[in-house]
């Protein structure tokens, strides 16, 4: 898996000279913030800068001849805070605290505009009350309103204000230019006396329904961080090291910091110990739950050179492991780089939308002012000028289009994290969408890439319990995977391996071993001189790997052992016809064996390739291609890395090699054909949900802009419409978490 971020400190070198860091960017408030932050960036020569507003971080590229001081300084001369995001040495940022206490402000500044506008809109809108207090009850709406829009509207105003300073305008400056409108307004009425109509309620309650909205907003935000917040912590604090006592052969452990384990050290894990770093197990046996890393539900047995993975949870053992990859390295580094990376990126959609969002702000303003002269000059008077055109002001806010892409895909790639299935980058979600065939690999894929034991066919009267014992006790001499996966097979039909002597390994042919003065052979027919015809139909029928076993120059019986399909490929399959996939079948396994494969997990046999060279997988994908199939390509060894690059999408199985899983757009933590319909689905449905989002908000923008600019929209049910069409938009993304298997 590639890894994309890196410490601030050291920016990672990239191709060319380079460079690249992530930047934490602080005072964004809206779609036209993220734009104005990206458009500069990206005026420095050779910079490629992205800024996503849900994430409220830059990633940006950049050539030596700059530095990261340049880059925040160019960040903050905008009118933003730029602050380099900062790893430790296990590759996890720093808790994003400024979020919590962002919140715990904002929260202030909401409760207190709330019970002020509540009062407000009372002496102002209910007559008994209004009707009795007279003047005086003006006088009140000002001095409860100040504080509004003083103190709790100041973050609105204050971003107004930079923004000014820098000859540009966000939805901040609408807000503020609104709500000084109306509030200079009345305050000039009530002291002059030369107008009735006053507007303190439409300053307070706006204000109040706009910070609610951010409120809102802001804790949805969180929540579709969570996934990757949970990533980030999911790592072990510290580790139990063994140290060698010189001169005893002792071993003594040593407890120390996560982030000072080594590789080649060994540790201990306890039962219910997180492993501290990926590594291989060198000695106990226990159970590892790796759901939370993998997404993988059911517990994998593990012992002696076993592998683990950092952050997976031990059962019931203990083991001692000794560390492989550390910091940076760990699969659980690499998969928080590509949540990440994923969720910095701009689909195409989204650049459409920041285009838009770059020019809306003044836009608005120009047509607030339109607007307010164009009444005047039908006749109007300024206080009812007046009220049109802050409507315009407040309700034209592009929020809703700024955070229609970034939250879902925030949302989406969390979601992927923790079902084990990693986006490489927003843009995917476009190639899942035209996708309308999928090639699957046979072993390891459809099949469980273990050879098991299927049948036993005996020849005569020799019982097939006889004919597996004499077997199974020669292969337990061998190392071979047939020979393994006899042994086994034996022992779980509870037959038990005789006591050999002699044994001889015949490369490429099988073995041989005498029990009980018998010298039994266990290989290819090529090493008997009479095989009945009952076997050689066996060995002509058989869907997998089949040995003879005999003696004295004939074969007795014949032992077939395959690969055998996963218990859910076949209903993993049938997911994928679903989603509109042709499913088809590529494997270097002999044509009878493939057909059969393909018959039991329900693939057409016209849709399977067999006997494929690992060099010619590239071909076969690009033949597809040329038949104007838009290809998705499921594999997981280094031969499949051609093919992978050559697919429309590429996706990697995680139990396979980086170098599949560096040329894949998707990469799977989990070995299961279900998981690539969980992708596909995944993907199309957050690819569906940013086109719904854009779609309101830009139709919201369409209809509500006019409505205003002809007085059909009040201020007050401007500023409480704004507000709601980008807390519907957040929300609308957190369905995404819920997304899960039918």
């Not at 730029?82 to 590759?91: L, Q």
């Not at 299927?454 to 014992?469: F, I, N, R, W």
Request: hydrophobic share 45%.
């Amino acid at each position: 898996m590639s890894t994309t971020t890196s410490s601030a400190a050291s920016p990672s070198g990239t191709a060319a000279g380079s460079q690249h860091v992530d930047l934490a960017i602080t005072g964004m408030t809206c779609a036209s913030c993220s734009a104005r932050i990206e458009r500069k960036l990206n005026k420095l020569d050779g910079v490629e800068a992205s800024v996503n507003l849900a994430t409220e971080k830059a990633s940006v590229r950049f050539p030596s001849a700059l530095s990261v001081a340049d880059i925040v300084a160019t960040v903050e001369k905008t009118g933003y805070g730029a602050t380099p995001v900062e790893r430790d040495r296990g590759g996890r940022a720093p808790a994003m605290t400024h979020d919590v206490v962002g919140q715990g402000s904002l929260r202030l500044r909401m409760i207190v505009a709330s019970v002020l506008a509540l009062v407000v809109a009372v002496l102002h809108m209910v007559p008994p009350v209004a009707d009795a207090l007279g003047m005086t009850g003006h006088w009140l709406q000002l001095l409860l309103t100040l504080p509004v829009y003083l103190w709790a509207a100041w973050p609105f105003h204050r971003a107004a204000a930079i923004n000014a300073r820098h000859l540009a305008s966000t939805m901040d400056t609408l807000v503020s230019v609104g709500t000084t409108a109306a509030m200079g307004w009345s305050v000039v009425a009530l002291l002059t006396g030369f107008s009735h109509d006053m507007y303190f309620e439409v300053v307070a309650v706006v204000t109040a329904f706009l910070l609610i909205g951010r409120y809102i907003e802001a804790r949805a935000k969180a929540q579709g961080r969570s996934a990757l917040t949970s990533l980030m912590e999911l790592g072990a604090k510290d580790v139990a090291v063994l140290r060698h006592v010189v001169g005893s052969g002792a071993w003594t452990e040593e407890r120390i910091p996560v982030e000072e384990l080594e590789a080649g050290m060994r540790f201990v894990v306890r039962p219910g110990e997180k492993v501290a770093t990926d590594g291989r197990v060198v000695d106990g046996t226990s159970t590892i739950d790796a759901s939370m890393v993998t997404g993988e539900s059911m517990p994998v047995e593990v012992g002696p050179r076993d592998d683990v993975t950092g952050a997976t949870v031990n059962g019931s053992g203990r083991l001692v492991v000794e560390a492989t990859r550390v910091g940076r390295e760990t699969v659980l580094a690499r998969i928080t780089d590509l949540v990440e990376q994923a969720q910095t990126g701009k689909a195409p959609v989204q650049r459409l939308a920041d285009r838009i969002s770059a020019v809306f702000v003044p836009a608005v303003l120009v047509l607030a002012l339109v607007t307010f002269v164009l009444w005047l000059a039908t006749g109007h008077t300024l206080a009812e000028a007046l009220a049109p055109a802050v409507a315009v002001l407040i309700i034209a806010c592009p929020c809703a289009l700024g955070l229609a892409t970034p939250t879902a895909l925030l949302t989406g790639t969390g979601r992927g994290a923790e079902l084990g299935i990693l986006i490489k980058g927003p843009q995917i979600l476009e190639s899942t969408r035209r996708v309308d065939t999928v090639v699957l690999d046979k072993t390891g894929t459809l099949t469980t890439g273990e050879p098991v034991l299927t049948d036993v066919v005996p020849a005569g009267a020799l019982p097939a319990e006889a004919a597996l014992k004499a077997a199974a006790s020669v292969e337990a001499g061998s190392e071979h995977p047939v020979a393994r996966a006899i042994v086994v097979g034996a022992r779980e039909r509870g037959v038990e391996v005789s006591p050999i002597s002699g044994f001889t390994s015949l490369p490429g042919q099988g073995a041989r071993a005498t029990i009980k003065d018998t010298e039994v052979t266990v290989g290819k027919p090529d090493l008997f001189t009479e095989v009945p015809d009952v076997l050689r139909h066996a060995l002509d029928a058989g869907t997998g790997t089949t040995v003879l076993v005999g003696w004295g120059g004939t074969a007795r019986a014949a032992i077939t052992v395959a690969d055998t399909p996963r218990p859910s490929s076949a209903a993993a399959v049938a997911r994928l016809r679903e989603l509109g996939l042709t499913p088809y079948l590529l494997t270097g396994d002999n044509e009878h064996t493939a057909r059969a494969v393909a018959r039991e997990v329900g693939i057409d046999e016209a849709n399977v390739d067999a006997g494929v060279l690992p060099q010619d997988k590239f071909a076969h994908v690009r033949a597809l291609q040329e038949r104007g199939r838009v290809v998705a390509m499921v594999g997981d060894g280094v031969n499949d890395a051609a093919a992978l690059a050559q697919a429309d999408l590429g996706m990697a199985m995680g139990s396979g090699t980086d170098v599949a899983a560096e040329s894949a757009d998707i990469v799977l933590m989990r070995s299961d054909v279900d998981t690539v319909a969980d992708a596909i689905g995944l993907s199309r449905q957050t690819l569906r949900i940013i086109k719904e989002n854009l779609v309101w908000a830009f139709g919201y923008n369409t209809l509500a802009i006019p409505l205003a600019a002809f007085g059909y929209l009040t201020p007050l049910i401007a500023g409480g419409a704004m507000a709601m069409s980008s807390v519907l938009v957040v929300l609308n993304s957190l369905r995404l978490k819920g997304y899960g298997r039918r």
